[in-house]
């Protein structure tokens, strides 16, 4: 099986500019989580999305959204974009049909906020 | 608020020593820890995991031990390889509502091993 897969891998932006991520997961996967990591922070959890639904939220502002399409595909949105956002966006997949299950990343998207 | 803490911040350990990362985690609501693996250049990935019932689980060279009492929970890394040479997690979970399961992640320990 092809693994999570994510688009662009590199991405250069300006101060105010906004960005959309996006993010494939393994086939048959139903939930997608997106995280964000930094050195400073480590891997902080944006939100995560399950059947088109946004099913839990980190402690992000609302600059930060996301959506879920019907063949699970995910992307994340990031309006107003500051220097501070700059960092690795790393998607996961799971089956989450209940039950703790593995999470598995993509090798994420480098954003740069110039 | 920092409800997993993860030491040391960094590890240099001779080929074929022992590595040792030690995790403190607050929330007694976590039921599951996994440890993460991550690459320059690559997302993490699952290594190992484990359930507060269990003191210990192995697999391969990575062990990691659990005290419940103390909230604590560590990985060993045994004959250490430069292979093995990567940032690791350490990570709790927890369920957070409506059949969503929450992630909580340490900082990191960037893992070297000389040779």
């Known amino acids: 099986k092809a693994g999570v897969t994510q688009t662009p891998r590199y991405l250069i932006k300006t101060r105010g500019q906004q960005v959309t991520l996006s993010c494939s997961p393994i086939?048959?996967?139903?939930?997608v989580s997106w995280y964000q990591q930094t050195p400073g922070q480590g891997l902080q959890f944006l939100f995560e999305?399950?059947?088109?639904?946004?099913?839990n939220k980190g402690n992000f502002p609302g600059r930060f959204s996301g959506r879920q399409f019907s063949n699970s595909r995910s992307e994340m949105n990031v309006s107003t974009l500051e220097l501070g956002d700059s960092a690795l966006y790393l998607c996961a997949s799971s089956l989450m049909d209940g039950g703790q299950e593995t999470q598995y990343f993509g090798p994420g998207t480098r954003l740069l906020v110039l | 608020q920092q409800q997993v803490k993860q030491s040391p911040q960094s590890l240099i350990v001779q080929k074929g020593g022992i590595s040792i990362i030690n995790c403190a985690y607050e929330?007694?609501?976590?039921?599951?820890f996994p440890w993460y693996q991550q690459f320059p250049g690559k997302g993490p990935a699952l290594l190992i995991a484990?359930?507060?019932?269990?003191s210990e689980k192995k697999e391969g060279r990575f062990t990691i031990s659990f005290n419940k009492s103390a909230k604590q929970f560590s990985l060993h890394i045994m004959d250490s390889q430069p292979g093995d040479s990567a940032t690791y997690f350490c990570?709790?979970?927890?369920?957070?509502?409506?059949?969503?399961?929450?992630?909580?992640f340490g900082k990191g320990t960037k893992l070297s091993v000389i040779p």
């Open positions: 484990i359930r507060p019932d269990v």
């Open positions: 999305y399950f059947s088109e639904t946004q099913r």
């Open positions: 929330n007694t609501a976590f039921d599951y």
């Open positions: 086939s048959g996967h139903r939930s």
């Open positions: 990570a709790a979970s927890m369920y957070s509502g409506a059949g969503s399961y929450q992630l909580t």
